[in-house]
């Protein structure tokens, strides 16, 4: 408690019953809670957490979260492989709250660096369309990886400002999460250097501004009887209720379901706040120009000859072209010209010389059913440490590309040659 700013600790004071003070205070000297979420994009969750050593109990507002008491779970093979999603346990309960169902447009709207979007993508399971935004571009592009490496199929991640985006996609969307930015008094054990070294009443105050501007924006977005969510990691009543007096003040057709604030000594993690609404009035679900799709014969071609050689059926149906780099993307997504984009469906490989060469994305999309050639690997087999420190290893396989498995889940893809398995793992994702 001595760390925290002592005007945090009157707003607390003055916000909290005295009754509660004690045990709001005292959370600061105990370790955070971590959680960790399964991926059911990559199979299905328990069978997943079976793999699994490390999970403990199951988070009550998420089905598939996990607290855990390791440091480090992106150590794991599973980790890499994308079965699990690192996610602080208070924060996995915004989510749900927005009720995604298959098939329907869904927009989070500050995305980075991932945690709610790729939690979104288990809700729809492939289906529908998944706006992933991030306006700071350094973040967009870790937003970007972990749409990646969960193997995300049907998202578009972009990196724009609200005010672009509410030009671009009137009423266009079925359901919008807004993750603003914030004070962060929620990350004040998660991490305390940066959250306590930026914490002021003044950043209270152009945190609050600045969500009640993306507020704004996301509104328009949605279409009638559409849903949004609104969360923050901070505990301050101008960035959480005040900001939801205001915006129901200024938007007449929003209503608002529930809201609840998760504190830290009530609660099993570091806090959050989440409100919900629906919107009663205002334009029925737009649709937007379709992007068109351009691809040369060669390149398909040549695409097709490696699409026989490695899976067992068919995987791609809707390929877009640049510059030599082919693409799955989401059926009828939208045009994207002119907009800041970072991914699109995933990336199939590029053609060169006439030869196709699959990309990471790809091997990250796939399960090994799909594939005809598959080195799967028990996680205990020392194999696995070597191809992810970028190694080559061992494996009797038909020569041609592979994909290397980790207790049958893809980690990444290798090219198999009179029984070793060449390393084709990106060198910024290996373990040295």
């Known amino acids: 408690m001595e760390r925290l700013p002592q005007k945090f600790i009157k707003r607390m004071k003055k916000q909290l019953p005295e009754s509660e003070w004690e045990a709001f205070f005292a959370v600061y000297g105990k370790k955070p809670f971590k959680g960790v979420r399964i991926n059911t994009l990559k199979g299905e969750r328990d069978e997943i957490a079976q793999s699994v050593a490390f999970l403990g109990k199951g988070v009550p507002w998420e089905k598939n979260g996990y607290y ?38 869904v927009l989070d709207l500050c995305s980075a660096p991932g945690g709610k979007a790729t939690q979104i993508a288990s809700y729809l399971g492939g289906t529908g369309l998944l706006v992933a935004n991030e306006p700071y571009s350094a973040r967009a592009k870790i937003l970007s990886q972990n749409i990646e490496r969960l193997g995300v199929k049907n998202a578009v991640v972009l990196s724009e400002l ?22 962060g008094e929620g990350m004040f054990r998660k991490n305390a250097d940066e959250a306590l070294s930026e914490w002021s009443e003044e950043n209270i105050r152009l945190c609050a501004v600045r969500q009640g501007r993306i507020l704004d924006e996301g509104t328009k977005m949605l279409k009638k009887g559409g849903r949004l ?11 959480d209720e005040g900001q939801v007096r205001d915006y129901l003040s200024l938007h007449p057709e ?14 099993d993690g570091e806090g959050h706040f989440v409100a919900v609404f629906e919107k009663l009035d205002g334009e029925e679900k737009r649709e937007l120009k379709a992007h068109k799709n351009k691809v040369s014969l060669q390149s398909e071609r040549a695409y097709r000859d490696f699409e026989k050689s490695f899976f067992h059926t068919p995987f791609a149906s809707n390929i877009h072209e640049v510059n030599g780099a082919l693409y799955e993307v989401p059926q009828g997504v939208f045009d994207w010209q002119g ?37 799967d690997l028990a996680l205990d087999d020392l194999r696995v440490e070597k191809y992810l420190r970028g190694e080559t290893v061992n494996g009797e396989l038909s020569n041609g590309w592979c994909v290397v498995c980790a207790n049958g889940y893809p980690l990444g893809l290798g090219k198999a040659v009179n029984g070793v398995v060449k390393n084709h793992l990106p060198k910024g994702l290996r373990n040295f």
Request: with cysteine.
């Open 339 to 375: 907009l800041q984009i970072l991914r699109v469906g995933v990336k199939l490989g590029e053609v060169k010389n006439g030869r196709f060469e699959p990309s990471h994305a790809l091997a990250m999309s796939v399960k090994k059913a799909e594939c005809k050639n598959a080195l």
């Open 254 to 267: 929003m209503r608002l379901i529930k809201s609840e604030k998760l504190y830290p000594h009530k609660i």
């Open 229 to 239: 969510v609104y969360s923050t990691c901070t505990f301050s009543k101008e960035e």
């Open 162 to 183: 609200p005010e672009t985006l509410s030009t671009r996609f009137p009423a266009y969307f079925d359901k919008i999460l807004i993750d603003a930015p914030c004070s």
């Open 68 to 105: 855990t008491d390791l440091e480090k779970v992106g150590a794991s093979p599973l980790h890499h492989a994308g079965l699990l999603y690192s996610q602080e346990p208070s924060a996995m309960s915004a989510v749900p709250l927005l009720e995604v169902q298959k098939g329907e447009r």
